[in-house]
Nanobody, 123 residues
Framework: QVQLVESGGGLVQAGSSLRLSCAAS????????VAWFRQAPGKERAFVAV????????GYADSVEGRFTISRDNDKNTAFLQIDSLEHLDTAIYYC????????????????WGQGTQVTVSS
């Protein structure tokens, strides 16, 4: 079992930046893909970004390409999501998930989840 804890969210102004963290414990973190999803009020959980187990491969949703950067430090069992040029539409709860999904954009295929961190962007 892997336990995931997100942090780094908050209330920020449009145009600013945030760095979210996903700290893992209790399992073989370095063997899993890690993804970030977000869920806005009244909407389903949506794929944001993914990184392979060794950190060599990354992928992003079209809506965040160029503004979001996913990374990981396997020695510290932590993944990160750098968010730049925040927009009001980025307001959501951000979740990290870990697993070996056949479809990286399907949240149901990830085995482990954190509790989420709230990001609120004021315009």
């Amino acid at each position: 079992q892997v336990q995931l804890v997100e942090s780094g969210g908050g209330l920020v102004q449009a145009g600013s930046s945030l760095r979210l963290s996903c700290a893992a414990s209790g399992g073989f973190f370095r063997t899993y893909y890690v993804a970030w999803f977000r869920q806005a009020p009244g909407k389903e959980r949506a794929f944001v970004a993914v990184i392979s187990d060794d950190g060599e491969l990354t992928g992003y949703a079209d809506s965040v390409e160029g503004r979001f950067t996913i990374s990981r430090d396997n020695d510290k069992n932590t993944a990160f999501l750098q968010i730049d040029s925040l927009e009001h539409l980025d307001t959501a709860i951000y979740y990290c998930g870990a697993g070996t999904p056949r479809n990286i954009e399907e949240p149901e295929l990830y085995d482990f989840w954190g509790q989420g961190t709230q990001v609120t962007v004021s315009s």
